[in-house]
């Protein structure tokens, strides 16, 4: 069974550092690209960008390009979004979810980010 | 940047109608390059269709999409209960991979 597994809810400060994780099983992790969704409370859907596992190659969202980072390890089958320093404009749910560029077929089920001071 | 545009904003309706959502695109996509979601309050979203008009896995065929040059449309035929929810469409032709602003389909 395809499973995306995220890493579980963080409450940070502005300028505080944050890595996210999202660990796929019950696939070839090589296979698909996946990438990064945000949703602010409330509203719709941003994509952030994605990464081939096999090789990092990444493609960020102009949105995005330079806020975050995307990162891979493909020996323990998990991608990374991670930011320097948080904003409380970063304040969101964001998920991972699995590109056969055909959509996003499968996708974690979300890591809440709260930023405030 | 490709910028999808969804109509209406929030579509009321009673189970069993139909409900057609619309989609269109700032410009032409190669090979159908797009998708609809459904979302539910408190759940990750859900593929229905991709390609254009191909049914996801497990997806029933009351849902259906389309494509007319820049403008896509999902069809329920006949909506059930659980299909209330937010719908959005999303373009993976071109980086960055967008997303529509959604349409709510909302019991009237």
């Known amino acids: 069974e395809v499973q995306l597994v995220q890493s579980g809810a963080e409450v940070k400060k502005p300028g505080e550092s944050l890595k996210i994780s999202c660990k796929a099983s019950?696939?070839?992790?090589?296979?698909?690209?996946i990438g990064w969704v945000r949703q602010v409370p409330g509203r719709g859907l941003e994509w952030m960008g994605v990464i081939n596992p096999t090789d990092s190659d990444t493609k960020y969202s102009p949105s995005f390009h330079g806020q975050v980072t995307i990162s891979a390890d493909k020996s323990i089958s998990t991608i990374y979004l991670q930011w320097n320093s948080l904003k409380a404009s970063d304040t969101a749910m964001y998920f991972c979810?699995?590109?056969?560029?055909?959509?996003?077929?499968?996708w974690g089920q979300g890591t809440l980010v709260i930023v405030s001071s | 940047e490709i910028v999808l545009t969804q109509s209406p904003g929030t579509l009321s309706l009673s189970p069993g109608e139909r409900a057609t959502l619309s989609c269109r695109a700032s410009q032409s996509l190669s090979s159908s390059y797009l998708a609809w979601y459904q979302q539910k309050p408190g759940q990750a979203p859900r593929l229905l269709i991709y390609?254009?008009?191909r049914r996801a896995t497990g997806i029933p065929d009351r849902f259906s999409g389309s494509e007319s040059g820049t403008d896509f449309t999902l069809t329920i035929s006949r909506l059930e209960p659980e299909d209330f929810a937010v719908y959005y469409c999303?373009?993976?032709?071109?980086?960055?991979?967008?997303f529509g602003q959604g349409t709510r389909v909302e019991i009237k």
């Open positions: 979810a699995r590109t056969p560029v055909a959509g996003f077929d499968y």
């Open positions: 999303q373009q993976y032709d071109d980086s960055p991979w967008t």
């Open positions: 390609g254009a008009s």
């Open positions: 019950g696939y070839s992790f090589s296979t698909y690209w």
